[in-house]
């Protein structure tokens, strides 16, 4: 198979193509990334030269004339679309390039898709376009009606509504993934887990927005890949799948978690102002993932943190290497404005 990976050089495409090189010795990947401050080639660079299985790209998705020479050239029989602007906090900030990569370049990819004749597109999207749980609702199924509440949500929801356009409009093969919240090796420090992690271990204070009970589904990055091959290899065209990990814990608990594991004190949480539009639950219902695709979730909480936090410690210089002076004034400037701290 020879595979067109969207945003490989994130957090979930990293461990994405690590996982399908190892486990299918034939697949052939090409990698089309931007490098945004969220994108890091190094991930992957030890598999780059001649001869290998794995190419790289820089380029953006909304560029289609970069995409269908791409998809030409490397005679790409299947797209699994990874590329996102993918942080809340960043969409609430400007939401602009969320609507630049996540819609116009979806349906970019989309047309481009359909002109060269892809036999299968893989569209990756997130618990999130469907909107907030209360405490005693049973969670989101694939016919759950959308209801994103972000910018970042909402550019989600559009490009899933597009992607399924494109399967019942031209009968493009497209599959929709939805994930909950992942977690893992090489996820950008911007986020709960890594963020709690950089910041505890340095003891510096750990910002819970608001009173730290919003609820998330946490997910192994790992069972998320594998679902997504699942959906790849097995999946039915024009269907949504949702992938959940059974794991629902409040924001307090899951850095109570970290601080735990680092052997840091309680007293490093600081309750900050919270998140505008917070989304207060989100739950997935896997259950057609589990009947149609044979997959499910493989590793559980307490093990998948505790090795998400070891591999964190063991590689210091992957922290470094991301948190690039851009990224550090950013994070640094809007902690201080939005939660004081
Ligand atoms: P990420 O922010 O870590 O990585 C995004 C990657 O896309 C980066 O490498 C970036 O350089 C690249 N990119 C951004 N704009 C681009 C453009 N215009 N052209 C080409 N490349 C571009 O994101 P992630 O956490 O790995 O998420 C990957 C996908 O999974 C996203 O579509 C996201 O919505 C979805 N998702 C994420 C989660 C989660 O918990 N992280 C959960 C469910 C679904
Ligand atoms: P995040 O990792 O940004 O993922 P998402 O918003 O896509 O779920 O945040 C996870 C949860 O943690 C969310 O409820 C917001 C909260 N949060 C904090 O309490 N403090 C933080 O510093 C961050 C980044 C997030």
Not at 42 to 55: C, D, F, I, M, Q
Not at 151 to 160: E, F, G, R, V
Not at 278 to 296: F, I, T, V
Request: negative net charge; charged residues 20%.
């Amino acid at each position: 198979m020879r595979l067109l990976v969207t945003g490989g050089c994130g957090f979930i495409g990293t461990n994405f193509i690590h996982h399908l090189l190892e486990s299918d010795p034939t697949v052939h990947i090409v990698n089309l990334d931007k490098l945004t401050y969220a994108g890091n080639r190094g991930n992957l660079a030890h598999l780059e030269g001649p001869g290998s299985r794995y190419t790289f790209v820089q380029g953006d998705i909304a560029n289609a004339e970069l995409v269908r020479h791409l998809l030409g050239s490397h005679a790409i029989e299947a797209i699994v679309h990874f590329a996102a602007e993918s942080h809340v906090d960043r969409s609430i900030v400007d939401s602009a390039p969320f609507i630049h990569t996540n819609v116009v370049g979806t349906h970019v990819l989309l047309e481009a898709a359909r002109e060269m004749g892809i036999h299968r597109f893989v569209h990756v999207s997130t618990d999130e376009v469907y909107g907030s749980l209360g405490p005693d609702e049973p969670p989101f199924t694939e016919d759950t009606p959308l209801a994103p509440n972000s910018p970042y949500s909402a550019s989600k929801a559009a490009s899933d509504l597009l992607a399924l356009a494109f399967f019942h409009t031209y009968g493009l093969p497209v599959l929709v993934t939805r994930c909950s919240n992942n977690y893992g090796p090489y996820q950008f420090p911007e986020k709960l887990i890594p963020l709690a992690f950089r910041r505890a271990s340095r003891g510096e204070p750990v910002p819970i927005y608001g009173d730290g009970g919003n609820v998330r589904d946490w997910i192994y990055v790992l069972d998320h890949c594998a679902g997504v091959e699942a959906a790849l290899r097995r999946g039915l065209p024009g269907r949504v799948y949702n992938f959940g990990g059974d794991a629902e814990r409040t924001n307090l608990e899951v850095v109570g978690t970290i601080l735990d594991l680092l052997g840091a004190s309680r007293s490093l949480i600081r309750f900050v102002t919270d998140r505008p539009g917070h989304d207060r639950r989100y739950a997935m219902n896997s259950r057609r993932a589990k009947a149609e695709l044979g997959w499910q979730p493989t590793t559980d909480f307490p093990t998948g943190i505790a090795h998400t936090i070891r591999w964190y410690q063991t590689h210091p210089n992957w922290l470094e290497s991301v948190e690039s002076g851009a990224y550090r004034q950013f994070m640094d400037s809007w902690y201080t404005k939005e939660r004081g701290v």
